[in-house]
């Protein structure tokens, strides 16, 4: 093999390799957060139990996420109307719902809609097409020392 038609055998090589790493890194995140929206995730099927351990939101504001369930705690007491339990997974595109404690609401993280503690819409995507849901807002009991989310 000649000098040149080695190097040009190698240069397409590098090409591929870096159109390979470019496309990799562009990729939608497992968060939903950037990229392409992916398909919304399915809930839980209703009836489901899912809990998490009081002591791990210690505080207002605090939140954790379990098996597509967002809680969060609104007050200090440790009894269940300190907390919601809601999606974990905007119904929109799929986006992951956080709790904007300074905000008062849930927003998504993909196109910024936001939700009330009633689940409530209170403000629809942005730069994005179609519209959501009002999210599910799950019963809870507090026992021994866990904050147990019914899916409904
Ligand atoms: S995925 Fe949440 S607003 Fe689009």
């Known amino acids: 093999m000649k000098r040149n038609d080695f190097l040009n055998t190698l ?11 470019c496309m990799v890194s562009c990729s939608t995140g497992d968060d939903g957060a ?9 809930n ?10 009081l002591s ?8 954790i996420k379990s098996n597509s369930v ?3 705690r609104i007050a200090e007491e440790d009894i269940a109307g ?3 339990a809601t999606e974990a997974i ?14 008062n609401r849930i927003q998504c993280q993909l196109h910024s809609a936001t939700y009330n503690t009633s689940g409530n ?3 629809g995507p942005q730069n994005s097409a179609g519209s959501t849901r009002m999210l599910k807002i799950y019963a809870k009991t507090v026992e021994n020392g866990n904050l147990i989310a019914t899916v409904g």
């Open 82 to 84: 300190s907390f919601i």
């Open 11 to 21: 240069s397409g090589g590098l090409i591929l390799v870096c159109a390979g790493s």
């Open 34 to 42: 950037e990229g392409t929206p992916r398909p919304p995730t399915p």
């Open 70 to 72: 967002l809680f969060f």
């Open 121 to 123: 819409v209170l403000q």
């Open 56 to 63: 791990s939101m210690p505080n207002v504001g605090d939140q």
């Open 90 to 103: 905007c119904p929109h595109q799929g986006g992951a719902l956080v709790w904007r404690v300074n905000d």
């Open 44 to 53: 839980p099927v209703a009836g489901t139990k899912v809990s998490v351990v």
